[in-house]
């Protein structure tokens, strides 16, 4: 049985830094990207970060660029995501997320892209 499991999330004033982590179980994790999606109250569930299997290249949306950065260490089946310089609006439930393949396709952000997920865990940033 497949189990995925977020970690990390909290409160941090705006400025400040998290790290996400998540880890997978029951799957080849090595032999899956992964990624991280989020969604806030009231929208739709969006693609945040995407990582190829050997962890090689990475993929972000604008809206995070240049402040997270989404890493992977296969030994321990491990994902994880840095946030740093946390806005309010990055205020959500962030969930973790297997890839259908090694890559993140060119639509990475789609969820059908993903086929097995986590609960979430929550950060919210404070202004």
């Known amino acids: 049985q497949v189990q995925v499991v977020e970690s990390g999330g909290g409160l941090v004033q705006a400025g400040g830094s998290l790290r996400l982590s998540c880890t997978a179980s029951?799957?080849?994790?090595?032999?899956?990207?992964m990624g991280w999606f989020r969604q806030a109250p009231g929208k739709e569930r969006e693609g945040v970060s995407c990582?190829?299997?050997?962890?090689?290249?990475?993929y972000y949306a604008d809206s995070v660029k240049a402040r997270f950065k989404i890493s992977r260490d296969n030994a321990k089946n491990t994902l994880y995501l840095q946030m740093n310089s946390l806005k309010p609006e990055d205020t959500a439930m962030y969930f973790c997320?297997?890839?259908?393949?090694?890559?993140?396709?060119?639509?990475?952000?789609?969820?059908?892209?993903?086929?097995?997920w986590g609960q979430g865990t929550q950060v919210t940033v404070s202004s």
């Open positions: 997320a297997a890839a259908q393949s090694r890559y993140c396709t060119g639509s990475w952000s789609q969820e059908a892209n993903f086929g097995y």
């Open positions: 029951g799957l080849t994790f090595d032999s899956y990207a």
């Open positions: 990582i190829t299997w050997t962890g090689g290249t990475t």
